[in-house]
């Protein structure tokens, strides 16, 4: 990877396509709780059946992102991607076409049990074409693809609804646009080390080596045990604040989709702000614990008031706080002195996986509760997992432009 310099056109065709990808499997994952109504109603299941079909999605982006990752050392990544744009938009045709739960199940299983994989196996793509020093820039690039999606999601997706006459053409829409951009793939995308992959191939290295090598960093092994934590309460709200708005707070289902809305766009904000304030401050650190403290709060505050703004500034602050550590986390790994760009990949693979268990704990243990105790303590007890984040990255290692220098001086002495 060239430290410095300027992304050359191809090497932004790829990301975007990924980035794509990305976002609109976060447009489907997020549509779930708007069209959740619709879909009870049509195929008809309870409140606890739809906390798996929450939670299915994460456990299949828990289950799903290392294996797929793992196959960077013995296929092209190249292929790797364009199956995975494929498998997206089969999971969401799927879904359009369900005639019974079982359909659903697997569809939501296809969609974000590969999604992951996307951004995984990108970190190959993004070593080849972006400079050192622009990674930061383009690590909070992509991670506001998430939330963008989420925003569609949550607020775009109720106008669809209306427009196309049910939740099945949106999900049929989607599906088309995900093999659309499998065979854009095709055409745009090229691997500068397609060579170095065959070589690794006939050395028969060990399928795990990278995985081992990720793993063995202690930087890698506490943002990915932290991190369900935030995942678990942010599908947990995605998931049934919307049922708790409209049956407790007396709200409608587009004044719940509104408040909702504003989590995503925070989200897209502090995706882009965080970076430059980090490299403005030169610490990556107090940004990322600081998520930890607000969260609980913030998220909690979203159960205590029917007042419109009031939810809707508490909604911008957890959404803003959920995401303002994400670019800085993962650019961490990019950080880490001698970490090869496979065990950068695996390392971002199994943070994604403990964040998918997290977020599939958040869909089935807030139904759960919710059937047993009512979804006010479901969801409320959800809030303080992620304390579990602040406490655990208070021993990550300072990795701003400040403290490399300090490192530099020390070194040059």
Known sequence: METSGKIELRGWGIVIIGWAAFMLANLSNFAFGIILPDMRQEIGFGLETSGWLSAVAWIGKGLLTIPISLFITKAKPKRILQIIFLVLGSGMLLQGFATNIVMLFVGRLFVMGVAAGILSVLVLFK???????????????????????????????????????GWRSVMILMGFVGIALSVLWTFVCKDKNENKVEEVKKEKKSILAPLKEAVSQKNVLLLALGWPGTSLTWIAIYTFWPTYAVESLGLTLVQAGMVLGFLPVASMISSLLSPIIAKKIGYDKPIICLSGLILPISYFAMLQTSNIPLLCLASFISGYAAYSFVPLAFTVLYKIPNLSSEAVSLGTGFIFTLVGLGGALGGSLAGILGSTFGLYKAIALTCLAPFVFFVLTLFLDETGEKAQMKKAQKVDK
């Open 127 to 165: 070593i080849q074409y972006i400079p050192k020093d622009k990674m930061g820039f383009i690590n909070g690039i992509e991670t506001f693809a998430g939330p963008a999606g989420q925003t569609l999601g949550t607020i775009a997706i109720p106008f669809l609804l209306a427009i196309m006459t």
